[in-house]
């Protein structure tokens, strides 16, 4: 079975200045992705960043990126730049073969003006 | 990008009756779909795996007499409230699978009084 944990409940970072949230995850299998969800007020899930566990270069997508520790099982992310828009609530999830999603508990990010 | 519809987005309903939430894929076809239930900053809890032309497999702990699933074509699928109580008022987000991304609705909140 595969456990994803959070470790910090809330956050808050000034607009414009860099974050990190924390993720560990635990699983027995080999080939496994992992993903950050967003979570504004709207409560629409959206995909922040994916990794494939096999790739071992961090993924990037603009402001946000990732710090994958394979051996660690760690995977946090960082959003640089932070703006008022980040602010949500932040799900770290792994998937493996057996193809459902396993969420953290979530981690809920202010970013304050 | 994939895009997974939810409908209603919100529904009241008098206890004792019955609500149908569809969810449709309206971009791809998704032989798998989830139904997730979330109470306020908490995080997605998995209720069932629905299946296009076979049973759903619930999560431990779900009735599957309340939460009935039907997933009758490969972009569409239906979890039923049957005989609602206060305690189902929640937030239901329904997630559609292509390959190892889950795409999620805008959910549903459901209200019983």
């Known amino acids: 079975a595969q456990t994803v944990t959070q470790s910090q409940p809330e956050m808050s970072v000034q607009e414009a200045e860099t974050v990190t949230l924390s993720c560990t995850y635990d699983t027995s299998e080999n080939n496994y992705y992992l993903f950050w969800y967003k979570q504004p007020p709207s409560r629409q899930m959206i995909l922040v960043i994916r990794?494939?566990?096999?790739?071992?270069q961090n993924a990037t997508e603009n402001r946000f990126s990732v710090n994958f520790q394979k051996a660690a099982k760690s995977f946090s992310l960082k959003i640089s730049d932070s703006q008022l828009g980040d602010t949500a609530m932040y799900f770290c999830a792994s998937v493996s073969s057996a193809r459902q999603l396993t969420f953290g508990s979530g981690t809920q990010l202010t970013v304050l003006p | 990008g994939a895009v997974v519809s939810q409908h209603p987005s919100w529904v009241i309903c008098k206890s004792g009756t019955s609500v149908k939430i569809e969810c449709r894929s309206l971009?791809?076809?998704?032989?798998?779909m989830f139904w997730y239930r979330q109470f306020p900053k908490q995080s997605l809890m998995l209720m069932a795996t629905?299946?296009?032309?076979?049973?759903?497999?619930?999560e431990q702990g779900v009735e599957k007499d309340k939460f009935l699933i039907n997933h009758a074509s490969l972009t569409l699928s239906t979890l039923t409230v049957t005989s609602a109580h206060p305690e189902d008022s929640s937030f239901y987000i329904c997630?559609?699978?292509?390959?190892?991304?889950?795409?999620f609705g805008p959910g549903t909140r459901l209200t019983v009084t």
């Open positions: 990794q494939e566990a096999y790739k071992q």
């Open positions: 997630s559609a699978r292509l390959a190892y991304e889950q795409y």
């Open positions: 629905s299946n296009e032309g076979s049973k759903a497999t619930y």
């Open positions: 971009d791809f076809q998704a032989t798998t």
